[in-house]
């Protein structure tokens, strides 16, 4: 197969990307539209409740990006007749069959498909459990019914992520779930009574009138006690493992590609070097850290922190898709470093000690924030001790009559309290992954790399070996830079 040709091979494909006002996929489609003009369509499912909406939020979330600057230099006036032309918003969600989409727009996209790339997910750790089920798990299946209803289909590319594997630890495979499979043996694991389990418990609570906001939290719960009770950390990966299942077992003779990124962060070179959007996973650490927040922290300082740029990510995708179309099988990729460039919680604090004290933080107030190295428990044990003793004085010295009115002394000690309350949070959320003890077998995405670079890769164009990245080089110049700026 000649990979030389991948801009080629994406010439006059009609191609829908689900959630395509989420990160990954608006990386997807700049690279798509700047690498292949004359690519023929982009249907890009957009959460709206009308082609109208639709629009509106593709110029706002998708092309009103500094994303797309490259593009908008390259295409100059044209711009816009050029994306009107390549791109059509669709008002649609993957919670529902069909995509939420009907009449004549539903059987022209089912006439002129031919790859379905589905990134369509909810990535909050906590997201409610009706929330999260509808997008990361039934959202899969209803894709999967879409793109076997499409006459031209040639292949299925379902994103989900690495971190389905819960907190297994040492060589982690790629290999695919089976349906119902557990990660702690418990039999009894169900969808179909997932389903049942979060509609009547919605039913239950809005029939005795239970206030909003407290069907949010015991949602969210429920979907932390189900997780759980069958082995993952949190809502999250459990549904996106479940979303898997159902992919493998509905596809048929669909050709599929997994694609399991690790934590995804900013861009390494395409469009630009650092292009990231929101505060992602690690990067909430790290703007704590910066703004003085964790001078005691959680975590296993061996532990490898498993990074892959954002559009190192998006160039397996098209490579991969290149490589497997019309094959008529399910393969999965693992795409990160820590099989072959890795970097430990240790190295990235000490990354993040030298940046900030070079860089610092400069807060409201206008005043530097000056950074100590601080101390990173391996105990969650006494870190939880210690945080629930500081808490508890803090609330008895509140509590206490004070007839210093609003002293400067009372608002320290809140700000304080806010600070333990934020990181013991940030704990909670991140505590399977700053003791992570597992590293992601590569084999496929490595033999992917492999044979794509003995017949003729672009790897300038193309790259997704993650042995070029010098991990110091990246955060220092790159990635910390982005994630700072992004945040004023």
């Excluded at 989409?101 to 997201?127: C, P, S, W």
């Excluded at 429920?222 to 299942?245: C, H, I, S």
Aim: overall charge positive.
């Amino acid at each position: 197969m000649d990979f030389g040709s991948i801009t080629e091979f994406l010439a006059n494909k009609t191609i829908l990307v689900t959630g395509a006002t989420g990160f990954i996929a608006k990386i997807l489609v700049e690279k798509i539209l700047r690498v292949q003009p004359n690519v023929n369509k982009l249907y890009l499912l957009i959460r709206a409740s009308n082609s109208q909406a639709a629009d509106i939020r593709l110029q706002d979330e998708v092309l009103g990006k500094e994303l797309f600057k490259i593009l908008r230099e390259k295409w100059g006036t044209k711009f816009e007749c050029f994306m009107s032309e390549k791109i059509s918003a669709v008002a649609g969600d993957t919670s529902y069959e069909n995509l939420g989409i009907t009449g004549h727009r539903l059987k022209q996209m089912y006439n002129d498909i031919d790859i379905v790339i589905n990134v369509a997910a909810t990535t909050k750790f906590d997201e409610r459990y009706d929330v999260a089920l509808g997008v990361n798990t039934l959202g899969p299946k209803h894709v999967v019914n879409f793109a076997k209803n499409c006459a031209n289909i040639k292949l299925l590319i379902h994103v989900s992520t690495a971190y389905v594997c819960g907190e297994k630890t040492g060589i982690i495979s790629e290999k695919a779930y089976g349906m119902g499979e557990t990660l702690n043996g418990v039999v009894g694991l169900d969808i179909d009574s997932e389903k049942k389990l979060v509609d009547q418990t919605l039913s239950s609570l809005k029939a005795s009138d239970v206030p909003e906001k407290d069907i949010r939290i015991r949602m969210k719960n429920l979907g932390d006690q189900r997780a759980k009770f069958y082995g993952w950390p949190n809502t999250y990966v459990f549904t996106k493992a479940m979303g898997e299942m159902l992919v493998g077992k509905l596809r048929g003779n669909l050709p599929v590609l997994i694609m399991r990124p690790t934590i995804v962060c900013s861009t390494f070179k395409e469009p630009f070097p650092g292009w990231v959007e929101g505060c992602r996973t690690i990067d909430s650490i790290a703007v704590m850290y910066g703004k003085g927040y964790l001078g005691l922290f959680c975590g296993d300082s061996t532990s490898v922190l498993d990074l892959i740029p954002a559009d190192m990510f998006v160039n397996s995708i098209i490579v991969a898709m290149k490589d497997h179309i019309n094959q008529s099988k399910l393969t999965v990729y693992q795409v990160g470093s820590s099989k072959r460039n890795p970097i430990s919680l240790g190295d990235v604090h000490d990354i993040l000690f030298r940046y900030f004290t070079k860089n610092p933080w400069i807060n409201r107030e206008g005043n530097t924030v000056n950074v100590r190295k601080g101390v990173v428990l391996s105990n969650i044990l006494i870190f939880e001790i210690i945080f629930s003793l500081l808490h508890y004085f803090v609330q008895m010295v509140l509590i206490l009559p004070n007839k210093m009115g609003d002293s400067s002394f009372l608002r320290t000690l809140r700000n304080f309290d806010k600070k333990l309350k934020m990181v013991t949070r940030i704990v909670e959320l991140y505590k399977p992954y700053v003791f992570f003890k597992g590293i992601f077998a590569d084999t496929n995405t490595e033999k992917l790399l492999i044979t794509a670079r003995e017949n003729g890769l672009d790897e300038n164009a193309f790259n997704f070996d993650p042995l070029c990245i010098n991990w110091k080089d990246y955060f220092f110049n790159i990635h910390l830079p982005s994630i700072v700026d992004n945040l004023f």
